[in-house]
């Protein structure tokens, strides 16, 4: 629910800002007098929150239970922090809020799903994974290569020209579309496996359940229906992976 809240007020403070700034509707704008470019206090306060934030959640990952996905969320923990810290160094917030702004607008959805599941409103939370892999999906693999990376290895080229920290700055965005591609392709089997089976099935990135999936193993095997809820330990979302969803026997 804490997780589930910060992103949708996040992501609603980015677009409520971002929707009157020149370079949400011009990309090529994030790059028109760099680096003179004045540090706004809407923009200051987006970009602390954000780092705050997922400061948070490199430490929190080592109490969390662990997955088998913790190697691929700390390096994109460390990508996005460095991406965070490196970008307002070099002022280049315009363009960092918009990668920020993007990243968020999936992330709310799957916390919404995982509180479906732990409500066990499961065609709730079929519904609403579902929308979060379609939303993932089109924003990681459509969106962010054809906006974010365009305008960073294109149109910063050709209008400032790179220089010594363009290529780590573009490096550590394009090690997080590698990223999007390895959570895309688990997203899109547990959505296929939900297809099939008529209901969202377990993650299976945990060899670890947690206390409270054995009680419900236990109060439900009387009824012939076997259904577990996850942690909701660790996100999909540079950051965030899935939780472990319900799964018939």
Same mark, same amino acid.
């Not at 920290?165 to 895309?184: A, D, E, K, M, R």
């Given at each position: 629910?804490?997780?589930?809240?910060?992103?949708?007020?996040?992501?609603?403070?980015?677009?409520? %800002?971002?929707?009157?700034?020149?370079? &949400?509707?011009? @990309? =090529?704008?994030?790059? /028109?007098? *760099?680096?003179?470019?004045?540090? !706004?206090?809407?923009?200051?306060?987006?970009?602390?929150?954000?780092?705050?934030?997922?400061?948070?959640?490199?430490?929190?990952?080592?109490?969390?239970?662990?997955?088998?996905?913790?190697?691929?969320?700390?390096?994109?923990?460390?990508?996005?922090?460095?991406?965070?810290?490196?970008?307002?160094?070099?002022?280049?917030?315009?363009?960092?809020?918009?990668?920020?702004?993007?990243?968020?607008?999936?992330?709310?959805?799957?916390?919404?799903?995982?509180?479906?599941?732990?409500?066990?409103?499961?065609?709730?939370?079929?519904?609403? %994974?579902?929308?979060?892999?379609?939303? &993932?999906?089109? @924003? =990681?693999?459509?969106? /962010?290569? *054809?906006?974010?990376?365009?305008? !960073?290895?294109?149109?910063?080229?050709?209008?400032?020209?790179?220089?010594?920290?363009?290529?780590?700055?573009?490096?550590?965005?394009?090690?997080?579309?590698?990223?999007?591609?390895?959570?895309?392709?688990?997203?899109?089997?547990?959505?296929?496996?939900?297809?099939?089976?008529?209901?969202?099935?377990?993650?299976?990135?945990?060899?670890?359940?947690?206390?409270?999936?054995?009680?419900?193993?236990?109060?439900?095997?009387?009824?012939?229906?076997?259904?577990?809820?996850?942690?909701?330990?660790?996100?999909?979302?540079?950051?965030?992976?899935?939780?472990?969803?319900?799964?018939?026997?």
């Amino acid at each position: 629910m804490w997780r589930f809240t910060f992103y949708l007020s996040i992501f609603s403070y980015g677009i409520r %800002f971002l929707w009157s700034t020149p370079w &949400f509707w011009d @990309t =090529r704008q994030c790059w /028109y007098n *760099y680096p003179f470019q004045p540090l !706004t206090s809407s923009l200051y306060y987006y970009y602390i929150m954000e780092l705050a934030f997922y400061w948070s959640l490199m430490f929190s990952q080592f109490t969390d239970i662990k997955r088998k996905d913790f190697l691929i969320m700390f390096v994109h923990h460390l990508a996005t922090i460095g991406l965070i810290t490196f970008s307002y160094m070099n002022n280049m917030v315009r363009v960092g809020t918009l990668v920020l702004c993007l990243h968020d607008a999936s992330d709310f959805l799957l916390e919404a799903a995982k509180l479906a599941n732990y409500a066990k409103y499961q065609r709730l939370c079929d519904a609403t %994974f579902m929308l979060f892999s379609v939303v &993932f999906i089109v @924003t =990681r693999l459509g969106i /962010y290569p *054809y906006w974010i990376l365009n305008t !960073t290895l294109f149109e910063s080229w050709e209008l400032i020209g790179p220089y010594p920290s363009w290529w780590l700055f573009n490096g550590l965005l394009v090690t997080l579309q590698v990223l999007h591609i390895i959570w895309s392709y688990l997203i899109i089997r547990i959505a296929y496996k939900a297809l099939m089976r008529g209901k969202v099935s377990k993650d299976d990135r945990s060899d670890v359940e947690s206390s409270s999936e054995e009680e419900d193993t236990t109060s439900n095997s009387t009824k012939g229906n076997f259904c577990t809820s996850s942690n909701g330990a660790n996100r999909i979302n540079g950051h965030i992976p899935t939780g472990q969803w319900a799964e018939e026997e």
